[in-house]
């Protein structure tokens, strides 16, 4: 079988007197055959207008003008050959991809069929169901649990293609919990010491701020949302200690059991001294709490390098698939996490719950963790980035797959057509 590796452009096959032509030719090596995104850089030719053919077939893809970009998923099905000529217009068909905003919630979806959310409006926690549910009192505190809890800039829930819910938020045993979220933990600003994960403690939160951009298309749909690490300690008032861009995008695999996730993190410190992310062991990258039907004897992990729920905690990996078993009871489903080589630390240490967690549940939580063993000093207006990808998938993926979702991800390189 093959591997394609999302890279490369041939010839140029247009005359003075025709429209603009391009053929373009995917590269492929090795290993297992996978779908995955690849683009065009077409920043040295003058057509405006574009139209993307593979074997006669029209193929979705989303423009860039600003990049001077073209976006589309290379599925497995098709021709390694793609033609793009220039286009007497753009035809604008009804998106497949779409993001929707509703009450507080952006939906990203598929065919209208919205696979998971980011929160933008402050969520505030059911402090009394959650507690009523576990059958025990609530605590008596100064400042009500819901507001101490409150949070916004999130992603849940996360859904399979088939509709399992695979996160969990605010569960009784960590109230600070969000679905998929990346606060950073033991940092320190000048002497202080803060922590924007632990939401309890009160040092400080991570919260959305505004939309830069939304997308829906053909290829993908997605978001990027500004966040504001806000540091509760230090001053008499809230001070921003982190800026952060975070790019989200769903892309469409054309597999009813599969579909792509990427998340990209791009972050700066207005401080004047900057921020230190201190070495340990949650903090920052990207973390998941997974659903509570997750326990033990039902959920399994394999990194790449070859790790299972036992051992897996604290090593490094390029690539890690947490699954388990279906809310019927009759198959699985999971996500495959890959970190990017140009990541921090990468291959990237891990926080795996250990099999005991919780007492003795077993519960699931998964998180790349670039500070795990080694402190990090961010730099006053200074650019830092994490940049990751995931699979959602319902049945079974293999190791190999695994692998070649990693190679695409890790080796993604532009289609460069040069005008000459």
Same mark, same amino acid.
Request: net charge negative.
């Given at each position: 079988?093959?591997?394609?590796?999302?890279?490369?452009?041939?010839?140029?096959?247009?005359?003075?007197?025709?429209?603009?032509?391009?053929?373009?030719?995917?590269?492929?090596?090795?290993?297992?055959?996978?779908?995955?995104?690849?683009?065009?850089?077409?920043?040295?030719?003058?057509?405006?207008?574009?139209?993307?053919?593979?074997?006669?077939?029209?193929?979705?893809?989303?423009?860039?003008?600003?990049?001077?970009?073209?976006?589309?998923?290379?599925?497995?099905?098709?021709?390694?050959?793609?033609?793009?000529?220039?286009?007497?217009?753009?035809?604008?068909?009804?998106?497949?991809?779409?993001?929707?905003?509703?009450?507080?919630?952006?939906?990203?979806?598929?065919?209208?069929?919205?696979?998971?959310?980011?929160?933008?409006?402050?969520?505030?926690?059911?402090?009394?169901?959650?507690?009523?549910?576990?059958?025990?009192?609530?605590?008596?505190?100064?400042?009500?649990?819901?507001?101490?809890?409150?949070?916004?800039?999130?992603?849940?829930?996360?859904?399979?293609?088939?509709?399992?819910?695979?996160?969990?938020?605010?569960?009784?045993?960590?109230?600070?919990? #969000?679905?998929?979220?990346?606060?950073?933990?033991?940092?320190?600003?000048?002497?202080?010491? %803060?922590?924007? *994960? =632990? +939401? $309890?403690?009160?040092?400080?939160?991570?919260?959305?701020?505004?939309?830069?951009?939304?997308?829906?298309?053909?290829?993908?749909?997605?978001?990027?949302?500004?966040?504001?690490?806000?540091? #509760?300690?230090?001053?008499?008032?809230?001070?921003?200690?982190?800026?952060?861009?975070?790019? %989200?995008?769903? *892309? =469409? +695999? $054309?597999?009813?059991?599969?579909?792509?996730?990427?998340?990209?993190?791009?972050?700066?410190?207005?401080?004047?001294?900057?921020?230190?992310?201190?070495?340990?062991?949650?903090?920052?990258?990207?973390?998941?709490?997974?659903?509570?039907?997750?326990?033990?004897?039902?959920?399994?992990?394999?990194?790449?390098?070859?790790?299972?729920?036992?051992?897996?905690?604290?090593?490094?990996?390029?690539?890690?698939?947490?699954?388990?078993?279906?809310?019927?009871?009759?198959?699985?489903?999971?996500?495959?996490?890959?970190?990017?080589?140009?990541?921090?630390?990468?291959?990237?240490?891990?926080?795996?719950?250990?099999?005991?967690?919780?007492?003795?549940?077993?519960?699931?939580?998964?998180?790349?963790?670039?500070?795990?063993?080694?402190?990090?000093?961010?730099?006053?207006?200074?650019?830092?980035?994490?940049?990751?990808?995931?699979?959602?998938?319902?049945?079974?993926?293999?190791?190999?797959?695994?692998?070649?979702?990693?190679?695409?991800?890790?080796?993604?390189?532009?289609?460069?057509?040069?005008?000459?």
């Amino acid at each position: 079988m093959r591997n394609v590796f999302l890279l490369c452009l041939l010839l140029l096959i247009a005359s003075c007197e025709q429209k603009e032509k391009h053929l373009i030719k995917i590269q492929e090596g090795s290993g297992i055959l996978i779908s995955s995104p690849v683009y065009i850089d077409v920043s040295q030719l003058e057509m405006e207008t574009f139209k993307l053919t593979n074997k006669g077939e029209p193929i979705a893809f989303e423009y860039d003008s600003i990049t001077r970009q073209i976006w589309f998923v290379h599925q497995v099905d098709r021709s390694l050959e793609y033609t793009l000529e220039e286009a007497d217009n753009t035809l604008k068909d009804s998106p497949r991809l779409t993001a929707r905003k509703n009450d507080g919630n952006i939906e990203l979806a598929i065919d209208n069929n919205a696979v998971t959310q980011y929160r933008y409006g402050m969520n505030y926690p059911d402090i009394e169901a959650i507690f009523e549910k576990e059958g025990v009192p609530i605590p008596e505190r100064e400042v009500p649990l819901d507001s101490i809890f409150r949070k916004s800039g999130f992603l849940h829930p996360i859904m399979t293609p088939e509709g399992d819910t695979l996160t969990r938020i605010n569960p009784i045993d960590h109230l600070h919990h #969000y679905g998929l979220w990346g606060p950073w933990t033991h940092t320190r600003i000048d002497t202080t010491r %803060v922590d924007f *994960w =632990n +939401l $309890g403690e009160g040092m400080g939160t991570v919260l959305f701020k505004e939309f830069q951009t939304t997308t829906s298309g053909n290829a993908f749909t997605g978001f990027v949302a500004s966040q504001e690490h806000l540091d #509760y300690k230090t001053k008499k008032e809230p001070q921003v200690a982190l800026n952060e861009d975070l790019e %989200v995008r769903l *892309w =469409n +695999l $054309g597999d009813s059991k599969r579909y792509m996730l990427d998340y990209k993190s791009s972050f700066s410190s207005p401080l004047q001294h900057g921020i230190l992310f201190e070495a340990y062991r949650y903090g920052g990258g990207i973390g998941l709490r997974f659903d509570e039907r997750w326990k033990a004897d039902n959920c399994s992990v394999l990194t790449s390098e070859g790790h299972d729920r036992l051992s897996a905690d604290g090593t490094k990996a390029r690539w890690c698939i947490v699954s388990g078993e279906s809310s019927d009871g009759l198959s699985t489903s999971g996500i495959l996490f890959m970190s990017h080589p140009e990541n921090r630390m990468h291959p990237e240490p891990m926080r795996i719950w250990p099999i005991d967690a919780n007492g003795g549940r077993g519960d699931m939580f998964f998180e790349f963790c670039p500070i795990r063993y080694d402190e990090w000093k961010i730099e006053p207006n200074m650019q830092y980035g994490l940049n990751y990808r995931m699979v959602i998938f319902d049945g079974e993926l293999s190791a190999q797959e695994a692998e070649a979702y990693w190679q695409a991800f890790a080796s993604q390189k532009g289609i460069i057509i040069n005008s000459d």
